[in-house]
């Protein structure tokens, strides 16, 4: 169970990393730039939101992730950083 919660915690933190680098380059690369579109070049992949009502409670569940190349740059990076901490 540790190992499944190290993983998580790793993809989680290397895609927030990613996400922050990502909009770094949409800040310097123009909106019209082919560096920009490039960089915001993503998959979305999951369980699109599915409501469902019970008359007396309602509700929404899904999972959508949100990848482009800098989340998964992201994530290789907090692996490799992850991999020298636990050495």
């Known amino acids: 169970m540790k190992n499944v919660l190290n993983v998580v915690v790793v993809v989680v933190v290397g895609s927030l990393f990613g996400l922050f680098i990502s909009k770094l380059g949409n800040f310097w690369f123009p909106p ?3 560096i920009n579109a490039l ?3 993503g998959i979305n992949t999951g369980l699109n939101p599915t409501t469902i009502d019970l008359s007396l409670l309602e509700f929404t569940i899904g999972l959508v992730f949100k990848f482009n190349i800098f989340s998964i740059v992201g994530i290789l990076l907090a692996a490799l950083i992850y991999k020298q901490i636990i050495k």
């Open 32 to 34: 019209e730039s082919g």
């Open 39 to 41: 960089i915001n070049t």
